[in-house]
């Protein structure tokens, strides 16, 4: 059987350049830049002011000067005042430019002001303190953020701040995500006894979204003609579909034969994992992707973290995840000759290291402990005990 590694192996000798496209820069979240974000001016622009207070000429203070007359009042965004005798100071705020005369910045709280005139109470003040110089933190033309860097928050500051109001970002791939199932019935409907409601699509759908990529939701009936009909119509309108259920033994079980039947290559059918054992992965011949993920909905979860946000990463152009471990807090056993993904809780120890206490739960089918898990434990395939204390790679999501 294609174990973990062979699989994410083959995944990645499937990637794919979707070429750019241009977005408003508040929409660009989460998407990988395709070209540089270059500073339009030095930054900060201008000499900034930091503290509230007042500007004075250094050399004045050095000759003695303590008492200031009060000459201008000048607010962030003013013209620059300027003093002309060296007893004179400027009361200037935060994020004010620094006047040309002037090289130093008193707060507020180091003077009195009385009368017109600032009286300087304080002896230790350095020559250019308070003050954020012009070009300091770049210069004009300097990259702020490279292409191939995916937008982050901080990112939306810096392309707000040189007035970039559209960013050429990847396109992603078009995704539709494709549930099965007759015994499925919408979330807004009351199932009979022998019926579940829809979960999977909703919860690929939000880890989708927690990536930034939109993606259309379809659900197939058991019935071999539909599901061939449907997944062609996705095959031709999509770049990825991401299926859950219908690919074990079951007699209702389409998704491979339809699969077969379209022509698309398997490029691996099982991975010795536990949950995701079934996990279906193959290309049609126009490059279309077909993730078809077994139907328990954690090992739903499970793949669709480890096989596809890994793969869409790699795709992006991204630089893979550095692995995290985690130490085992509790001896686990488990006998199958399958790699595990333990559910488990995070704890950060007061040696700094990462403790991963197991979430018990009863199979891939409870989806209900998912709410309790942070992360994944990988537990090797070859080994069967694993004692308390042992470090293992871990898979946050
Ligand atoms: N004889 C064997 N039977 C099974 C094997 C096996 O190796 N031999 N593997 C088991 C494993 S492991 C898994 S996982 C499942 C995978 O089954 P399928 O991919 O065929 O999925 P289904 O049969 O359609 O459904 C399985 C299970 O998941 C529920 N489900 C499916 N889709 C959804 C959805 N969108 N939302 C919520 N729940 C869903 C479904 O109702 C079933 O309970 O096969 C085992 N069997
Ligand atoms: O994928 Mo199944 O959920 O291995 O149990
Ligand atoms: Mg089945």
Same mark, same amino acid.
């Given at each position: 059987m294609t174990t973990v590694e062979q699989a994410e192996k083959l995944i990645l000798a499937q990637l794919k350049d979707y070429g750019n496209e241009t977005v408003p820069f508040e929409q660009a979240l989460g998407k990988?830049?395709?070209?540089?974000?270059?500073?339009?001016?030095?930054?900060? !622009?201008?000499?900034?002011?930091?503290?509230?207070?007042?500007?004075?000429?250094?050399?004045?203070?050095?000759?003695?000067?303590?008492?200031f007359k009060i000459k201008a009042t000048q607010a962030a965004g003013d013209e620059p005042a300027t003093i002309d005798e060296p007893n004179e100071c400027i009361e200037i705020m935060t994020g004010a430019?620094? !006047?040309?005369?002037?090289?130093?910045?008193?707060?507020?709280?180091?003077?009195?002001?009385?009368?017109?005139?600032?009286?300087?109470?304080?002896?230790?003040?350095?020559?250019?303190?308070n003050i954020h110089p012009r070009g300091i933190d770049k210069k004009q033309g300097d990259v702020l953020a490279a292409s191939g860097q995916m937008v982050t928050p901080a990112i939306i500051s810096l392309a707000a701040s040189v007035g970039k109001t559209h960013l050429l970002v990847k396109k992603t791939p078009r995704v539709v995500i494709i549930s099965s199932g007759d015994e499925l019935v919408d979330v807004d409907q009351i199932p009979s006894p022998y019926q579940i409601r829809k979960s999977n699509s909703y919860t690929v759908k939000a880890v989708l979204k927690?990536?930034?990529?939109?993606?259309?939701?379809?659900?197939?009936?058991?019935d071999p003609e539909v599901t061939?009909?449907?997944?062609?119509?996705?095959?031709?309108?999509?770049?990825?579909?991401?299926?859950?259920?219908?690919?074990?033994?079951?007699?209702?079980?389409?998704?491979?034969q339809a699969l077969e039947d379209l022509q698309v290559?398997?490029?691996?059918?099982?991975?010795?994992?536990?949950?995701?054992?079934?996990f279906w992965f193959g290309r049609d011949k126009d490059g279309a992707l077909v993730f078809a993920f077994p139907g328990n909905p954690v090992a739903t979860f499970v793949c669709l973290h480890r096989y596809f946000l890994t793969w869409l990463n790699a795709t992006l152009g991204l630089p893979q995840q550095l692995p995290v471990y985690a130490v085992l807090d509790k001896d686990f056993e488990f006998l199958p000759a399958l790699q595990y993904y333990l559910q488990v809780k995070l704890k950060s120890n007061q040696h700094g290291q990462l403790m991963a206490s197991p979430v018990e739960g009863n199979g891939s089918g409870d989806f209900a402990n998912l709410a309790d898990t942070e992360a994944f434990l990988e537990l090797p395939l070859e080994r069967n005990e694993f004692k308390k204390g042992e470090v293992f790679r871990v898979w946050k999501f």
């Open positions: 990988v830049l395709a070209e540089p974000i270059l500073a339009d001016r030095d930054l900060p !622009p201008f000499n900034r002011v930091t503290m509230d207070g007042i500007a004075v000429s250094y050399d004045a203070l050095q000759n003695g000067i303590n008492t430019v620094l !006047p040309a005369s002037a090289d130093t910045v008193i707060r507020y709280e180091d003077v009195e002001i009385r009368a017109g005139q600032a009286c300087v109470y304080v002896q230790d003040i350095k020559k250019g303190q927690q990536h930034g990529l939109q993606a259309d939701v379809l659900h197939i009936p058991d061939k009909i449907q997944i062609q119509h996705c095959l031709q309108n999509y770049d990825v579909l991401l299926l859950s259920g219908g690919i074990s033994m079951g007699k209702f079980d389409y998704i491979p290559e398997n490029i691996f059918h099982k991975v010795a994992q536990r949950p995701g054992k079934p």
